[in-house]
DNA sequence: GTGAAAGCGCTAACAA
DNA sequence: TTGTTAGCGCTTTCAC
């Protein structure tokens, strides 16, 4: 006896052939509800399973999303995921997850697998560390349906979901000024990568905006890590006329300028002022509370694949204009941002 | 022009046939170092893609592992995807996410799907919701190999990575009782669930081991969230004989405990010990700082993924006896739990 | 070391 | 509505 069942074996028991039998199984327009019966009743009995990769190769429809992230360890893109696979799953896709390890090989690595496994659209959030670009060319050219998520490129004209990291970033700078703080400083992120130049520039327009001079000597080029929150907050301190406040690039890195600044006693808030970027969990539960601004990870995930969604059902057709879907950040405002002590609130 | 070029392309421009072709790209062990070297080169030219969906279905082989989690969104989850992927990639296997959303339809469907898509090898951490094992017994008919990580069950003689969540309760427990607090109290998970129920045992054991009498008083049965924390602790102060300490089932339960127990202006340590279990990465900050056991979630996904690959290799021979292997919970002491005041220590 | 030929399991054009 | 036939792209006997 055969382990596996095939569509000729149903066939073969019911005297007909497989055509038949896939129609049935297919819910094909043209066969009658007898024969479709007959089918479903003798498929279940001889506990019949498609094979999806002899459909596949026929079709040429895997049903399979191409999914590449950073890390999976990372709270943000185990977050996306989710959004992404549930959706995926709903319209019955699934995922195949690959880690860039924000490695540019891997990455490349990561589409020519998706690739050659004929994937029937691939989402990706870009590698740091990305300095050459040809693979998203390559993607294009096979005309697999692509889009980016939360790490995106321009230049390469492919439709992405992003969040609008310049408006979240002048929201953050913002709040802190109309909190009272006078000198707000900005612990960045390397200024090459999109979101964290967007952020930067964000910080500096609420600067212009409320009539405040940016001044170099507030921005420390950090990793976007805890040790450059550290960091930031001890050559800070160490001004002449130092910062009363700081938007921290991301929530690891506003929790170690928080620690730093315990460690000199410095009251948050009131004496300084401090907000993050991420929404990060631990934010809500650490003393003071972590002021931040929430970047709607599942959802980020959702409508990349909406997105990615219409590209596929669109290949083959006149090609859409590229289209970028921005999410608007949400401020979550908590204790380590309140108001400025003996200034107006 | 076609926009895939297949072997019979390369054979064409090279005058011999797609079976050399084939073997040239395999590294076949009969074959010409020239020969290879021509169908390399020509590959290279056409910008051949090998289509891994028509090798599988020859081979027989997906090299695709297919891995069903509760969610993604979980950390500790993601954490674990990350140590099975990087190891997978390593040995030339992709995953395929599922997410059970805790449901055990879904897990039914994702494994399901997993057959049908005829993956190499299946992972699964059971959804809590479980009551029917019919779906884990098709999986061993089809003679798919397959391993359970971190949530298992026993009776389906199915290999699995587990943490000693016993010995780690009795770590957690006997930590506090060390340090001097008297009265350990419990909030537990779900009892029904093995893992839960291992570390209420572990939790009673290290009483009986310190000649305490386990008093069913000092048990919360919650559902491992926050409000558990903070509900168990309400009710724990109202009692005539409150307990000074408490091991809770997870972090985010020791973490509302906390919140409810500072409400209260119950000092953390010294008047009341608090040890969770899973180091989720805020408790590192939160103040006081959260003891906490590590379950090793990277090298969890990595033993998995080990264990499985062992079954794949071994498909088709003599079966192997069925194996756990169990992972060393390791303590992470930090403020939260350190000494008892006013007593010994 | 290479070629010829068959076929993995399914679907889709065309015919009946 | 059903059957016939071909073939998706690859691998793998078997022969030479």
Redesign the interface.
């Given at each position: 006896m055969s382990?596996t069942v095939t569509i000729a074996d149903i066939a073969r028991k019911l005297n007909t052939t497989s055509a038949t039998v896939s129609r049935a199984l297919n819910d094909h327009p043209a066969i009658s509800v007898k024969t479709k019966q007959k089918v479903l009743k003798a498929a279940a009995q001889l506990n019949y399973?498609?094979?999806?990769?002899?459909s596949?190769?026929r079709s040429g429809q895997?049903g399979?999303i191409g999914v590449i992230i950073p890390?999976?360890?990372?709270?943000f893109?185990?977050?996306v995921?989710?959004g992404i696979?549930?959706m995926a799953?709903q319209h019955g896709y699934?995922?195949?997850?690959?880690?860039s390890?924000e490695s540019w090989e891997h990455e490349q690595k990561g589409i020519?697998?998706f690739?050659?496994?004929?994937v029937d659209g691939i989402m990706v959030s870009m590698a740091k560390e990305a300095n050459d670009y040809a693979h998203f060319i390559n993607v294009k050219k096979?005309?697999t349906p692509i889009v980016f998520f939360d790490r995106a490129h321009d230049a390469l004209n492919i439709d992405a979901v992003v969040v609008d990291d310049h408006k979240a970033a002048f929201m953050a700078t913002e709040h802190l000024i109309n909190n009272g703080y006078k000198r707000v400083a900005h612990i960045s992120g390397p200024l090459h990568i999109n979101i964290f130049k967007a952020r930067f520039l964000g910080y500096k327009d609420a600067l212009k905006k409320h009539g405040i001079v940016y001044d170099p000597k507030l921005l420390f080029k950090g990793d976007v890590s805890i040790s450059s929150g550290v960091q930031a907050i001890e050559k800070f301190l160490q001004l002449p006329n130092p910062p009363d406040a700081v938007f921290a690039v991301e929530d690891f890195t506003a929790?170690g300028a928080m620690?730093e600044l315990k460690r000199h006693h410095v009251l948050i808030p009131g004496e300084f002022g401090v907000i993050g970027f991420a929404n990060?969990?631990?934010g809500e539960?650490?003393?003071p509370s972590l002021s931040t601004i929430d970047q709607q990870t599942?959802k980020m995930g959702e409508e990349a694949f909406t997105l990615l969604y219409k590209l596929i059902g669109n290949k083959g057709k006149k090609e859409l204009a590229v289209q970028t879907t921005v999410l608007e950040p949400i401020p979550v405002y908590r204790e380590s941002s309140a108001g400025k002590k003996n200034k107006k609130q």
């Open positions: 382990l399973r498609r094979n999806t990769v002899a596949s190769l895997t399979i890390s999976a360890e990372i709270n893109f185990g977050s995921v989710h696979e549930s799953n699934n995922i195949l997850i690959y880690q390890n020519e697998t690739l050659n496994a004929r096979t005309k929790l620690q990060e969990r631990f539960y650490i003393t599942v």
